[in-house]
């Protein structure tokens, strides 16, 4: 069965660039789905960040856009998230899922997820 | 604040039924789109329970059920259970921002 598994470090300064992968096993991430990153803060809801389909193609949250890249390694079969010019407001736990739901995005999910890794900014 | 309003808590005994609302706007919900629930105990992540309005994953008891009307969805609990304690999120796609949104989330509590 698919299984996520977020990495990555768990302190970054303030100002610095978060990096975080996600690896896909016990299935191809070049399957059908896309494949989304999402955040929670401690002791908040949850916020999706973006998302990527295996050919590359991305969509990602207006209020976070001008800072967020995802990209895909189908090599390794995993994808990664990278957040620039992070403050103490982007200490979360990151969880990386996967979007389920056929046709129109109106009507997608999120089926699978990782079991999230906690990021904290910090000097 | 959240795209989705969800009551920040809801109780209940043991046995008896609960629900929860998630209201949305015309640019999400109210523009058709599907409302999904996740439920999360506490330092897990996030496990889908209700997808598609009104569809359980494999695995889900029926005690679990959800229903959408115009702008706003809700998800009912039945047979409340100890083990249903826990913080539960609703989740929709929203067309003015062309991206996922989600409730604040409801915390559960079992009396």
């Known amino acids: 069965q698919v299984q996520l598994q977020e990495s990555g470090p768990g302190l970054v300064k303030p100002s610095g660039t978060l990096s975080l992968t996600c690896a896909v096993s016990g299935g191809s991430i070049s399957s059908s789905n896309w494949w989304s990153w999402i955040r929670q803060p401690p002791g908040k809801g949850l916020e999706w960040i973006g998302e990527i389909y295996h050919s590359g193609s991305t969509n990602y949250n207006p209020s976070l856009k001008s800072r967020v890249t995802i990209s895909v390694d189908k090599s390794k079969n995993q994808f990664s998230l990278k957040l620039s010019s992070v403050t103490a407001a982007d200490t979360a736990v990151y969880y990386c899922a996967r979007n389920e739901g056929s046709g129109q995005k109106a009507y997608w999910y999120f089926d699978l997820w990782g079991r999230g890794t906690l990021v904290t900014v910090s000097s | 604040q959240s795209v989705l309003t969800q009551p920040p808590s809801v109780s209940g005994a043991p046995g008896q039924r609960v629900t929860i609302s998630c209201t949305g706007s015309s640019s999400n919900i109210g523009a058709g789109c599907d409302v999904h629930w996740y439920r999360q105990l506490p330092g897990t992540a996030p496990k889908l329970l209700i997808y598609?309005?009104?569809n359980r994953p494999s695995g889900v008891p029926d005690r679990f059920s959800g229903s959408k009307s115009g702008t706003s969805a809700s998800l009912a609990i039945t047979g409340l259970q100890a083990e249903d304690e826990a913080d539960y999120y609703c989740?929709?796609?929203?067309?003015?921002?062309?991206?996922?949104?989600f409730g604040g989330g409801t915390k559960l509590t079992v009396l």
């Open positions: 598609g309005n009104n």
């Open positions: 989740q929709s796609y929203d067309s003015s921002l062309s991206g996922s949104v």
